[in-house]
C-alpha cells in the first residue's frame, strides 16, 4: 500500500515569495491534515479536511495560508506571501478508512515538505 | 485547550539500560492517547496508541499505560538497542480526529 506522498520535499524561497505544498493521501482515507512543525517542536495543527470539507482551520493564518482539497483526495497548501517565521516542515497526514475521523484513529504522515524562508 | 506536556530531552542511555520518557495531558474530554516516533530521515509513525482510561498500548518492546487519575501516559521499555534511537512524541487526540502533540523528546542509544 502506497504510502502518504508529499512534493516539493526541500523548498528555498525569498520572504514576501509565495509557495505552494501539495499532498497525495492514503487510498481511501477520508481525513486528511495538514501540519507545520518548527525546528525543536511538535507537529502543529494547520487545517483538518473530511473529504472534501475543512472540519478545523482554527489555527490556520488565514491572512496569508490557504488551502484545499477539491475532490476529497489530494490537496495544495499555499503560503503568500512567506514571512521568515514559516520556515518549518509542513506535514501532510491522513486517516480515516471508516470515513469519519474518530479520536482513536491512527494518523499516517508523509515525509513532509522542508521550507526555508530567507 | 488541549496540551501535552513530555519530559525535555535529549536523552543519552547505553544499550540496554532502562527508558521512561513522560507524557502529561490536559484536555477537556476523553481523549485518546498515542506515541509517535521519527527515526532518523524517516517521517512521523505511530508507535502505540491507547483509547480509554487503563488501557496499555505496546509494540516493539515499548509499552504505555492510559492513566486517567495521573492524566499521563510514559513511555517504557526494558532494555534500549541503538536502533531505538529517534524522537519520541507524545500526542492525543479530541473527537473528530483533531491532535495536539508535545514538543518530542530525542532518544540516543549508545552501545
Known amino acids: 500500500e502506497a504510502g502518504v506522498a508529499q512534493s516539493p520535499r526541500y523548498k528555498i524561497i525569498e520572504k514576501r515569495q509565495s509557495v505552494a505544498f501539495w499532498c497525495n493521501p492514503i487510498?481511501?482515507?477520508?481525513?486528511l491534515y495538514w501540519y507545520q512543525q518548527i525546528l525543536g517542536q511538535g507537529p502543529k495543527l494547520l487545517i483538518q479536511?473530511?473529504?472534501?470539507?475543512?472540519?478545523?482551520d482554527s489555527q490556520l493564518p488565514k491572512d496569508r495560508f490557504s488551502a484545499e482539497r477539491l475532490k476529497g483526495v489530494d490537496s495544495t497548501l499555499k503560503i503568500q506571501p512567506a514571512k521568515l517565521e514559516d520556515s518549518a516542515v509542513y506535514l501532510c497526514?491522513?486517516?480515516?478508512?471508516?470515513?469519519?475521523?474518530?479520536?482513536?484513529?491512527?494518523?499516517?504522515f508523509g515525509p513532509g515538505t522542508r521550507l526555508l524562508v530567507l | 485547550g488541549d496540551s501535552v506536556t513530555q519530559m525535555e530531552g535529549p536523552v543519552t542511555l547505553s544499550e540496554e539500560a532502562f527508558l521512561t520518557i513522560n507524557c502529561t495531558y490536559t484536555a477537556t474530554g476523553y481523549p485518546s492517547l498515542f506515541w509517535y516516533v521519527q527515526y532518523p530521515g524517516e517521517g512521523l509513525q505511530l508507535l502505540l496508541k491507547?483509547?480509554?482510561?487503563?488501557d496499555k498500548g505496546s509494540n516493539k518492546g515499548f509499552e504505555a499505560t492510559y492513566r486517567k487519575e495521573t492524566t499521563s501516559f510514559h513511555l517504557e521499555k526494558g532494555s534500549v538497542q541503538v536502533s531505538d534511537s529517534a524522537v519520541y512524541f507524545c500526542?492525543?487526540?479530541?473527537?473528530?480526529?483533531?491532535?495536539?502533540f508535545g514538543d518530542g523528546t530525542t532518544l540516543t542509544v549508545k552501545p
Open positions: 500526542a492525543l487526540s479530541e473527537s473528530a480526529g483533531k491532535s495536539t
Open positions: 491507547a483509547t480509554k482510561a487503563d
Open positions: 487510498s481511501g482515507h477520508a481525513t
Open positions: 479536511f473530511q473529504n472534501n470539507g475543512v472540519v478545523d
Open positions: 497526514a491522513s486517516s480515516g478508512i471508516s470515513g469519519r475521523a474518530q479520536s482513536g484513529e491512527t494518523q499516517y
